[in-house]
């Protein structure tokens, strides 16, 4: 190194510092500091054209794919992304490649003074930055992911030809707003003056809130569930495939350079922009492949879902939050084969995460944890996320830093086995820097021969499934073969007829009475936000409406929570007056969800679930006789009352009939939804009701959004499951029907269990 680069590189060091140094600062919301400090340095953001991006989930990965879209078109693209992960220049990139230190140099020297000047913070000075950068990179197009919120973000001072919001989730809560609606309006303040807006897949009663805006702003509103659609047809370590229709146009089999069944969803909302686009810019079919297919290359994203490493499979990914955490844990499902399910997950957080919600999800899907701790004075102690994780069931390791977690997971993974490595950035840049995996463009290396353990020894540790164990056909539990059996019937599928459903009668009685989820019954939300989790044995009614909401509850479970709660004196009347004066009717307060509720003043946690429990009875008690419940004598009768609720849903839901010894249904409840065909069942999950309910024997339906009714491989083994457990538990599975359409396969006509 010349003496000069020397001095470069040690300059640019100092500036870093000082930059990062306003990071004490935290955050601060408004967009007053960053106006005067771009107003110092010409208003750079005003000499190119941008696309902002703003959402809980999804928002790097759809800005990732709209940019490689539009370089694969010949464009100049800047991208505009938070956080780095291992170097600060990741942030600022043009066609994928960073901004250079001589660059970054030169602005910290010459901006610091304004930046400080303005008391303006980090990602404020970040900004501006960036802005510049693009300005005198003559950029065509620049893509602009906000760092917190929308309305305040630093980054909402341009405007641009379109505004897109990935998602709404609860997250950064203490900034943004308690419920999903402040969240929602929050977000909606990237919304410009006539400006489109693409809105992604959020609950249905969230649509008056963007509404609203772009009524007020005269900004048309394109609902991506309302204009796009999508079927999933691969997915496997290197990428996902799924075909689409955007505007009226398809694009069959169009492969995303990410892993996973949620970056559909993102690749729907990415289309959805670019569809607005294509009046500013030239965009063919062929520059929407090689984009999507290139993403990494073109744009330097890391950490959604990398295979860093084969033996053993070590995946990096940057899910921090539950809703992320849910997506991760459908995409190992998705490509890990039903014998390679064992799981060792090195995990750390930032202080401001969810860790017991997180833990929640993880549970069914870990066989450990190693809790670890970031190099950041953000990061959580690893002894505070192993105690969420000892909570939930898991066996849990505290490790103590990210390197040491790596090394004793590397340490005890057996062949077949799986290390993902996530929970925040943080967690992620400590691997990807400490261990140097990943080279520029985010290729495996340094991976074993295939059989090669690198020298470490691993030790035999029983693979686990449910609650540590698997039920085989005989009844016994244990690791043991999980497909073998079934290997005969499998052969048989494509003999499979589906029955069409012609003519769908009355059925008597409301389904709503007998627990139909919010997807399918009319709510206010029309939507699920039940996770997919672990039963835990000690797990009550009252936790379980707090993690799950009053929907997944049982009719008894909802009393046992009413005549077990309260305390003597306490003025119940009171508290009702104060909650009632601050709605207009109990149909608005009905569609308040458990946390929600809990941020009324007087309420607090423990009123919150009492109230949702009686909200929930409410919605359910009516007078009507017993012997008008459904009958259910054949698969048919299933069918006939499955198809027209599911006939148009886009996300793959299984469901459960609780039926008594007459045949009469006792509850019709969801018990998982996946996005698109990602749906996943737990035995313990589905039988959970009809345990509390002294059930005689349960119907499991689900639905195909493909519109192929014919079983998977998968169906079967959920099948055998099922069947093994109702066998165990004494409450048989009397038949298991897929509905596609108008059609459905019944597994007992079909002789498939």
């Known amino acids: 190194m010349t003496p000069h680069a020397h001095t470069e590189e040690r300059e640019l060091r100092a500036a870093l510092e000082r930059l990062f140094s306003l990071q004490t600062f935290g955050i601060k919301l408004g967009l007053e500091p960053i106006t005067a400090l771009l107003d110092e340095f010409g208003n750079p953001h005003r000499r190119f054209p941008t696309v902002h991006i703003a959402g809980t989930n999804g928002k790097g990965s759809v800005s990732a794919m709209i940019a490689s879209v539009l370089q694969a078109a010949g464009l100049r693209v800047g991208l505009y992304t938070s956080p780095h992960l291992t170097r600060f220049n990741e942030r600022i990139r043009v066609n994928g490649e960073a901004i250079g230190n001589d660059r970054l140099a030169l602005y910290t020297r010459e901006m610091m003074p304004a930046i400080e000047r303005n008391n303006c913070t980090f990602f404020e000075g970040t900004t501006a930055m960036g802005f510049r950068f693009f300005a005198e990179e003559n950029v065509d197009v620049a893509i602009i992911e906000t760092g917190l919120g929308g309305r305040l973000d630093a980054t909402n001072v341009v ?34 003056p006539a400006v489109p807006a693409v809105v992604g897949l959020v609950a249905r009663r969230l649509r008056s809130v963007f509404l609203e805006k772009g009524a007020a702003l005269d900004s048309p509103i394109r609902f991506v569930e309302d204009t796009t659609n999508a079927i999933r047809r691969g997915i496997d370590e290197a990428g996902t495939t799924a075909s689409f229709i955007v505007g009226g146009r ?41 984009g999507f297919d290139t993403i990494r290359d073109a744009t330097g994203l890391r950490g959604r879902f990398e295979i860093a490493r084969h033996n053993p499979r070590t995946i990096l990914d940057v899910a921090h939050n539950p809703d992320g955490m849910r997506v991760l844990v459908e995409s190992l499902a998705a490509i890990l084969p039903p014998d390679e399910r064992k799981v060792l997950f090195v995990y750390g957080a930032v202080e401001d995460k969810d860790v017991a919600e997180v833990m929640a999800i993880l549970g069914p899907n870990a066989s450990r944890v190693y ?120 052969q048989q599928l494509d003999q499979v007829e589906a029955t069409p459903v012609s003519s769908i009668p009355d059925i008597p009685g409301q389904l709503e009475n007998y627990g139909v989820p919010p997807a399918i019954a009319s709510d206010p939300d029309g939507t699920s936000k039940r996770p997919i989790k672990e ?41 009702s007056r104060n909650i009632m004066n601050r709605f207009e009717n109990l149909a608005k307060l009905s569609a308040r969800d458990v946390k929600e509720l809990q941020q009324i003043a007087g309420v607090g946690p423990t009123k919150a679930v009492t109230l949702a429990a009686a909200l929930e009875i409410g919605r359910r008690l009516q007078s009507i006789p017993f012997s008008s419940r459904p009958v259910i004598n054949s698969s048919r009768d299933a069918a006939r009352i499955y198809v027209p609720l599911l006939r148009g849903v886009q996300k793959e839901q299984f469901h459960v009939l609780v039926l008594n010894s007459a045949g009469q249904v006792l509850r019709m409840e969801l018990i998982s939804e996946g996005t698109l065909n990602g749906a996943m069942v737990h035995p313990r999950e589905v039988f959970r009701t009809a345990i509390v309910e ?28 099922l069947k093994a457990a109702g066998t165990i538990i004494g409450i048989p599975l009397r038949d298991h029907i897929i509905i596609a359409g108008d059609a459905y396969v019944s597994f007992a006509d079909a002789k498939l269990m």
């Open 371 to 490: 809790a670890v701790c970031a190099d950041s004075p953000r990061s959580q102690e690893a002894e505070e996320i192993a105690h969420h994780a000892r909570n939930a069931g898991i066996d849990t390791v505290v490790a103590g830093s990210v390197a040491r977690g790596i090394g004793e997971a590397m340490h005890h993974a057996g062949p077949g086995d799986t290390i993902v490595i996530c929970g925040s950035f943080f967690v992620v840049a400590d691997a990807i820097e400490g261990l140097g995996w990943i080279d520029r463009s985010d290729r495996a290396i340094g991976d074993a021969a295939p059989g090669d353990t690198d020298g470490v020894t691993t030790e035999d540790e029983p693979a686990t499934n449910i609650s540590g164990h698997v039920i085989d056909d005989d009844g016994s539990t244990g690791v043991g073969e999980r497909t073998r059996r079934f290997n005969v019937r499998y």
């Open 694 to 721: 002294h059930a005689a024997s349960i119907i499991g339906l689900h639905n195909h959004p493909s519109g192929n009714p014919q079983p998977s491989h998968e169906d079967l083994e959920i099948t055998r499951q």
């Open 250 to 290: 398809e694009i069959s089999d169009l492969r995303i350079d990410f892993v996973g069944h949620f970056q559909i969803e993102n690749a729907r909302t990415a289309l959805a922009a670019l569809d607005v686009l294509q009046s500013h810019f030239p965009l063919d079919i062929g520059a929407v492949r090689r």
């Open 535 to 575: 039963w835990n044995e000690n797990d009550q009614p009252r936790e379980r409406l707090m993690r799950l909401g009053p929907r997944a509850l049982s009719d008894a479970e909802l009393l046992a929570i009413l005549l077990r709660t309260g305390r003597v004196g306490e003025d119940v009347l009171q508290v």
């Open 159 to 192: 405007t641009p030809l379109a505004s897109v919001i990935t998602s709404i989730g609860y997250d950064h809560m203490k900034h943004l707003g308690d419920t999903l609606e402040e969240i929602a309006a929050e977000k909606a303040g990237i919304i410009k």
